[in-house]
């Protein structure tokens, strides 16, 4: 049974950072595409970013692109967003999710790992 477990989520002022992560456990997700999902209050849940199995594609919504990054550690089964120049619109739920897919989908429908989901709240 795999488990994902976000870290890292908090209250920042605009314009600051924070890095969450999330760590599998129960099968090592190696071959995985690994992602970041969030949802604010009365809204669907939505894309954020993604990384391909190998590390070498990354895919961000148009809404963070230039200010999120992603990473992955397959060595330690864990994954990282880094959240920079933070905006008030970036507080939601952020979720971390995985997938064998070959080809990356924003759909969340189509991700097969979810975790519980960790509050980012920017303060104006």
């Known amino acids: 049974q795999v488990q994902l477990v976000e870290s890292g989520g908090g209250l920042v002022q605009a314009g600051g950072s924070l890095r969450l992560s999330c760590a599998a456990s129960g099968r090592t997700l190696r071959t995985y595409t690994l992602g970041w999902f969030r949802q604010a209050p009365g809204k669907e849940r939505e894309f954020v970013a993604a990384?391909?199995?190998?590390?070498?594609?990354?895919y961000f919504a148009d809404s963070v692109k230039g200010r999120f990054t992603i990473s992955r550690d397959n060595a330690k089964n864990t994954w990282n967003l880094q959240m920079n120049r933070l905006k008030p619109e970036d507080t939601a739920v952020y979720y971390c999710?995985?997938?064998?897919?070959?080809?990356?989908?924003?759909?969340?429908?189509?991700?097969?790992?979810w975790g519980q989901g960790t509050q980012v709240t920017v303060s104006s």
């Open positions: 990384i391909s199995w190998s590390g070498g594609d990354t």
């Open positions: 999710a995985a997938d064998m897919m070959i080809t990356i989908t924003a759909i969340a429908a189509s991700w097969h790992y």
